[in-house]
């Protein structure tokens, strides 16, 4: 399994950009895709969730609206659309794998295979 992302990308704050996450190694649509970002000197923060077999996405509330996720099946890649960019955007922004695991009659929700990250800057 293989989650490769694209490289560093440095914006004004107020501009878009769009990170990408190619995935190799099992079935496309059998896993949801996870955003998650760690800026510096901050813990990890979700950002937002798809599940590539139907399209549907759920967001964090603090990105919702800005923040779109979308996929291509295609081509077994995932992205991750951020507009209005903030300075505190500033970030390394990393694609997980996760599904649910049915144990002791409950489901629990986990990340297995992470992406290599990719460092978005918002800078003037």
């Known amino acids: 399994v293989q989650l490769v992302q694209s490289g560093a990308e440095l914006r004004n704050p107020g501009a878009s950009v769009k990170v990408s996450c190619k995935t190799s190694?099992?079935?496309?649509?059998?896993?949801?895709i996870d955003w998650v970002r760690q800026a510096p000197g901050q813990g990890p923060e979700w950002m937002g969730r798809i599940d590539p077999e139907d399209g549907g996405t759920k967001y964090a509330d603090s990105v919702k609206g800005r923040f779109t996720i979308s996929r291509d099946n295609a081509k077994n890649t995932l992205y991750l659309q951020m507009n209005s960019l903030k300075s505190e955007d500033t970030a390394v922004y990393y694609c997980?794998?996760?599904?649910?695991?049915?144990?002791?009659?409950?489901?629990?929700?986990?990340?297995?295979?992470w992406g290599n990250g990719t460092l978005v800057t918002v800078a003037s």
């Open positions: 190694g099992y079935t496309f649509t059998s896993y949801y």
């Open positions: 997980a794998r996760g599904g649910f695991i049915y144990y002791a009659d409950s489901n629990y929700y986990g990340m297995d295979y």
